[in-house]
């Protein structure tokens, strides 16, 4: 209590004052009051205060006073030991009751000392008990808040990842296609500054009717392949595995009913291709196949199977076996594919022993008609040809027949 006086003398503003169990050693109830008066008269001069004790009184005290605040050092009476932390705001408990029971004391005479401490002091340790209870709820559900925020923080960052990843990826096949479409576009440049150099260099020449006619077939030949692979890179060819021996009854024509290999879907054919390609419409979406990859469907959509050869002489195929046609459509078609598809034509049809057939090429600007009869004359299994008649398509068809 001396060295307490002494401190009281001379504490301020600018003091720290450390007790340990203040007004322990005297009456419970005296010391208590004291102990508070303490405190208090500390407080107005300003002073840092921090003191230990276990009267109930001064927790109370701190509960109940502006700028003082109870602390404890949890303590597991389950295990007897300390955890060593620090409780901030909580008033510790005694745990006389609890530590004696633990030791082996007899529960009877521990339950009789419960009985003998006041009931004010009693309700006071429920309270503490009830603090404690909540306490550790609220620390338990701070931990679950605290790790689903740092899951949900996970998942926010790998799904920016992912995003990155994304945009990156779609950025790099965006760079991809312009460079393919560069690429396909100055091929198409050079190729038409190369037709143009030809164009001034024929206009120097004599037989200027002829050479203008082939620079104009080689004109839209360039044009077409520049075409053709601008869809390539538009529209690349899909391939399929196929391990089957199946072989097509006929050559495919357009409208014709096929069966996707490798995805097993149905659709139509669109248009014949160089190199083997066939453009096919599958449901909405628009196509283009290697023709090994395709199965003829007849109209149920039945797959139509090639018919065996006749084991006969050299095994060749019969005229009786080939389909024959006698009308070739080349509407809408450009000169180049129109010539080659009578050439095909032709070839079926000597196969298949026709001898006159007529061909469709409209009567528009009449280029095709003149590249057609163009053709014919100098095909050496034409015997003749002239155009149609009243009845027959006049002007808009020609009558093959061949020798």
């Known amino acids: 209590?001396?060295?307490?006086?002494?401190?009281?003398?001379?504490?301020?503003?600018?003091?720290?004052?450390?007790?340990?169990?203040?007004?322990?050693?005297?009456?419970?109830?005296?010391?208590?009051?004291?102990?508070?008066?303490?405190?208090?008269?500390?407080?107005?001069?300003?002073?840092?205060i921090a003191s230990t004790t276990h009267y109930?009184?001064?927790?109370?005290?701190?509960?109940?006073t502006p700028r003082v605040e109870n602390g404890c050092c949890e303590f597991d009476v389950a295990t007897l030991r300390p955890t060593y932390r620090l409780l901030i705001g909580m008033p510790g408990r005694s745990n006389a009751f609890a530590i004696s029971e633990r030791l082996g004391m007899d529960k009877d005479i521990v339950a009789r000392a419960a009985?003998?401490?006041?009931a004010e002091n009693s309700q006071f340790e429920d309270v503490i008990e009830s603090l404690e209870k909540s306490r550790k709820a609220l620390e338990t559900e701070k931990q679950e808040a605290f790790e689903k925020t740092r899951q949900a923080e996970k998942m926010r960052l790998e799904a920016e990842e992912r995003k990155a990843k994304v945009e990156q990826q779609r950025q790099k096949e965006i760079d991809d296609a312009k460079s393919q479409a560069a690429r396909i576009v100055d091929q198409a440049r050079r190729e038409a500054y190369a037709l143009l150099a030809e164009l001034d260099k024929l206009k120097k020449e004599k037989d200027k009717a002829k050479d203008m006619a082939e620079l104009a077939r080689r004109a839209r030949a360039t044009v077409k392949k520049g075409v053709e692979a601008m869809d390539e890179a538009a529209d690349p060819i899909e391939g399929y595995e196929d391990n089957g021996e199946y072989?097509?009854?006929?050559?495919?024509?357009?409208?014709?009913?096929?069966?996707?290999?490798?995805?097993?879907?149905?659709?139509?054919?669109?248009?014949?291709?160089?190199?083997?390609?066939?453009?096919?419409?599958?449901?909405?979406?628009?196509m283009r196949v290697k023709v090994e990859n395709l199965r003829l469907l007849d109209k149920h959509g039945k797959k139509q199977t090639a018919p065996a050869p006749r084991r006969t002489g050299d095994n060749l195929e019969g005229r009786g076996t080939l389909a024959a046609e006698t009308r070739l459509d080349l509407r809408g078609m450009m000169v180049d594919d129109a010539l080659i598809e009578i050439d095909r034509?032709?070839?079926?049809?000597?196969?298949?022993?026709?001898?006159?057939?007529?061909?469709?090429?409209?009567?528009?600007?009449?280029?095709?008609?003149?590249?057609?009869?163009?053709y014919l004359r100098k095909c050496s299994?034409?015997?003749?040809?002239?155009?149609?008649?009243?009845?027959?398509?006049?002007?808009?068809?020609?009558?093959?027949i061949l020798k």
């Open 345 to 374: 034509f032709i070839d079926s049809g000597l196969r298949t022993g026709l001898s006159e057939f007529t061909i469709i090429h409209g009567k528009g600007t009449g280029a095709l008609r003149a590249a057609t009869h163009n």
């Open 1 to 48: 209590m001396v060295n307490i006086i002494d401190i009281l003398s001379v504490a301020d503003d600018r003091s720290l004052v450390l007790i340990d169990e203040l007004g322990a050693g005297t009456d419970p109830v005296e010391g208590a009051a004291l102990a508070m008066a303490i405190l208090e008269s500390l407080a107005l001069k300003g002073a840092k």
């Open 56 to 64: 109930a009184e001064l927790k109370a005290y701190a509960l109940q």
């Open 381 to 400: 299994f034409v015997k003749s040809f002239r155009l149609g008649v009243y009845g027959e398509g006049e002007t808009g068809v020609t009558i093959v």
């Open 247 to 286: 072989v097509l009854p006929r050559p495919l024509a357009v409208g014709d009913n096929v069966l996707i290999v490798g995805i097993n879907k149905q659709a139509t054919v669109l248009a014949l291709e160089k190199g083997n390609n066939v453009q096919v419409m599958a449901g909405t979406a628009k």
């Open 115 to 118: 009985e003998l401490v006041s």
